[in-house]
C-alpha cells in the first residue's frame, strides 16, 4: 500500500511570510496530488491538486509543485494571512476512483499558525 | 446547500456500548468514506462503500461495521465501543470514474468512550 510521509508536522511562520509542506510518498502508481486544509472544527476541504502529467500548478497565493522522480509533492503559500492558519494534508492516490482497492492516502498532517 | 452531514456531533460513551453514526448526502455521489482522525496520525480510512448496498474495508475496519442500504446514507457502528475508539469520525463522498478523485467531508463527530 501507499506510505505517505508530510513535514513538517507543525510550521510557524509570520505574517505575509511563505510556508512550505512536503509530502512523500511511496507509491509509484498513484497519479493524482490533492493537498486538502482542515479549519478548526470543520472537516478537510480540497485548496488544490496536481496530476502527475503537471510539474506545477498555482492558485493565486498557493502553489503545489510535483517531483514523480522523487516522489514527492510540496504545497507552497506565499504572503500568508492569519485565515491560513489551519492542519493542512497531503492525500496521494489515483485520479480517478474506480472503486478498486487503492484509495486516497492521507498524510499524518501539518498544522500551519500564522503570527500576526 | 448541506452536502455532507454527519450526526450526532457529540456522543459520549461507555466501554461496551454500542452506537451508530450516521452520514447523509445530497449531491448523488456514488462512493462514500468513514475516516478517523487521530492527532498525530491523520485520516485513516475505516471503510468505505462503492455504491448502493457494497461495502468494503480501509485501513482500520476493526472494531467497525458499515451499511449503505440507501445511496444517500451510510452508517458507521461500534458494536461494543472501546477506549481506543475515541476519535474524531470523518464522513466522506465522492463521484465516481470522473476527471478527478474529489473528496468532499462532513464536519466530524467527536466520539469519547470512557
Known amino acids: 500500500g501507499e506510505n505517505v510521509e508530510q513535514h513538517p508536522s507543525t510550521l510557524s511562520v509570520q505574517e505575509g511570510d511563505s510556508a512550505v509542506i512536503k509530502c512523500t510518498y511511496s507509491d509509484s502508481a498513484s497519479n493524482y496530488f490533492p493537498w486538502y486544509k482542515q479549519e478548526l472544527g470543520k472537516g478537510p476541504q480540497l485548496i488544490i491538486d496536481?496530476?502527475?502529467?503537471?510539474g506545477e500548478k498555482k492558485d493565486q497565493r498557493i502553489a503545489v509543485t510535483l517531483n514523480k522522480t522523487a516522489k514527492h509533492f510540496s504545497l507552497h503559500i506565499t504572503e500568508t494571512q492569519p485565515e491560513d492558519s489551519a492542519v493542512y494534508f497531503c492525500a496521494p492516490g489515483p485520479l480517478i476512483s474506480s472503486g478498486s482497492a487503492r484509495q486516497l492516502t492521507f498524510g499524518s498532517g501539518t498544522q500551519l499558525t500564522v503570527l500576526p | 446547500n448541506a452536502g455532507v452531514t454527519q450526526t450526532p456531533k457529540f456522543r459520549v460513551l461507555k466501554t461496551g456500548q454500542s452506537m451508530t453514526l450516521l452520514c447523509a448526502q445530497d449531491m448523488n455521489h456514488e462512493y462514500m468514506y468513514w475516516y478517523r482522525q487521530d492527532p498525530g496520525m491523520g485520516l485513516r480510512l475505516i471503510h468505505y462503500?462503492?455504491?448502493?448496498?457494497?461495502?468494503a474495508k480501509g485501513e482500520v475496519p476493526d472494531g467497525y461495521n458499515v451499511s449503505r442500504l440507501k445511496k444517500q446514507n451510510f452508517l458507521l457502528g461500534l458494536e461494543s465501543a472501546a477506549p481506543s475508539q475515541t476519535s474524531v469520525y470523518f464522513c466522506?463522498?465522492?463521484?465516481?470514474?470522473?476527471?478527478?478523485?474529489?473528496?468532499?467531508f462532513g464536519a466530524g463527530t467527536r466520539l469519547s468512550v470512557l
Open positions: 462503500s462503492v455504491g448502493e448496498g457494497t461495502t
Open positions: 496536481i496530476r502527475s502529467n503537471v
Open positions: 466522506a463522498s465522492s463521484l465516481a470514474r470522473v476527471a478527478k478523485n474529489i473528496q468532499y
